[in-house]
């Protein structure tokens, strides 16, 4: 069995039929990124696994574990959104400290791990600025903090990256790569940006209209599309 299953997943929003039966793999480590146009799905299938909407048919299992019914809390996954949703009136230390509180972690401990991710994600001199005080690269840079302290299972990254501009993008994914690989997470990147899915993944799952139409390596995906489809969304016109 891979680290995370899903099985034959469906979502409706009334008569919106929005996951039509999705089966996907994810081996411990990877780095996956669903790649597709703006409506497709993603965000839903994210949201579906960390718990924030139920399915309407299927099954999930992560690490063995068949999670369909678990709460978010019970499912131990991290998010990060495209909207830096750090608290404004809260420093970059309280910002990144605040879910360790609510466990009732130790002082100590709370204090040195929020050191220590800080460090990861290259912020240890802003630990006493407010999110304003900061750049959008930087907020993220808080908010995947933020996520990687409470030591989750699975990072999920949905279009983190979507509201900063083209050049800190570049330096940001290679930095959310290397930050990843270190610390050997299994991560699921959400995009409709092609150029980033390729930069940055392993396995690439090519999303069309609530069904996944190819799935493969980088390059598996730029040199063989499968469909016209996604030739056509890679960028590749045969
Ligand atoms: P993506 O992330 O690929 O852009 P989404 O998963 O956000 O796509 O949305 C997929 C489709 O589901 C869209 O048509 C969207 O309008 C619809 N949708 C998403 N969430 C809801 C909801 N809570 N209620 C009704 N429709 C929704
Ligand atoms: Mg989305």
Redesign the pocket.
């Given at each position: 069995m891979s680290y995370i299953e899903f099985k034959n997943i469906h979502k409706r929003?009334?008569d919106?039929h929005?996951l039509r039966g999705i089966d996907l793999h994810i081996e411990q480590g990877e780095f996956v990124t669903l790649l597709?146009p703006?409506?497709?799905?993603?965000?839903?299938?994210l949201r579906c696994f960390s718990g924030l909407e139920t399915v309407s048919e299927g099954e999930i299992y992560l690490d063995g574990v068949n999670i369909t019914n678990f709460t978010p809390k019970q499912r131990k996954i991290g998010m990060v959104f495209q909207q830096y949703s750090l608290f404004p009136n809260m420093t970059v230390r309280q910002n990144v400290a605040f879910g360790l509180q609510i466990q009732k972690k130790e002082k100590s401990y709370i204090e040195e791990k929020v050191k220590e991710v800080l460090d990861i994600v290259g912020l240890s001199e802003k630990i006493n600025q407010y999110p304003r005080q900061l750049s959008g690269g930087q907020q993220q840079r808080v908010a995947l903090a933020r996520a990687i302290v409470m030591e989750p299972k699975v990072l999920l990254l949905d279009e983190p990256l979507s509201a900063i501009d083209a050049l800190l993008r570049r330096n940001l994914q290679i930095e959310i790569r290397k930050i990843q690989q270190k610390l050997k997470i299994t991560a699921i990147f959400?995009t409709?940006d092609q150029e980033e899915a390729m930069v940055m993944s392993d396995t690439i799952h090519l999303?069309n209209v609530g069904q996944i139409e190819q799935s493969g390596s980088p390059e598996e995906i730029y040199a063989c599309p499968k469909t016209k489809f996604a030739a056509n969304f890679i960028g590749h016109y045969n």
């Open positions: 929003f009334g919106a929005v597709g703006s409506g497709c799905g993603k965000s839903t299938l959400v409709h999303f």
